[in-house]
């Protein structure tokens, strides 16, 4: 039995000993603490400016839900006010796909694979698996 709320992972192991809950905060924060230090969405803009991509350019959001939401997603915006997901794409032509996150998933994927260039904040298998065919 798993329960979400908010950040936190609560995890519940049922066996013949006491109950055991293990909570894992899966916020920024806590993942920059176990060192798997993901990027922010403004970090990942600075990180494309230094790199000379300029305000011009066109991004393509490839992710379920964002940390935060669309507040932590402005600073990214104000840096490049180009930015794409495929709700904001395809909102309608998704409807049918919404209830199989791998078909969606299978779409970002599509996407990334082929654009001209593929940045990551995370280390996940989406992002592996296209870092391993580019």
């Known amino acids: 039995m798993l329960k979400f709320?908010?950040?936190l992972k609560t995890?519940?192991?049922f066996a013949d000993k006491p109950l055991l809950v293990v909570k894992q905060d899966l916020?920024?924060?806590g993942?920059?603490?176990r060192g798997k230090c993901p990027l922010t969405p403004h970090e990942v803009g600075l990180m494309l400016r230094a790199l000379g991509f300029t305000n011009d350019t066109y991004l393509y959001v490839a992710s379920g839900e964002i940390y935060g939401g669309d507040e932590t997603m402005e600073p990214l915006k104000n840096l490049f006010p180009n930015i794409y997901t495929k709700e904001m794409l395809a909102e309608e032509e998704l409807k049918p796909l919404n209830p199989y996150s791998s078909r969606l998933a299978a779409i970002d994927y599509i996407v990334c694979d082929?654009?001209?260039v593929f940045v990551t904040n995370n280390n996940g298998n989406m992002a592996k698996i296209l870092a391993g065919r580019r």
Do not use: G, L, T
């Open 5 to 7: 709320q908010n950040a």
């Open 11 to 13: 995890s519940y192991f």
């Open 27 to 29: 916020s920024p924060d």
């Open 31 to 33: 993942e920059r603490k």
């Open 114 to 116: 082929e654009s001209n």
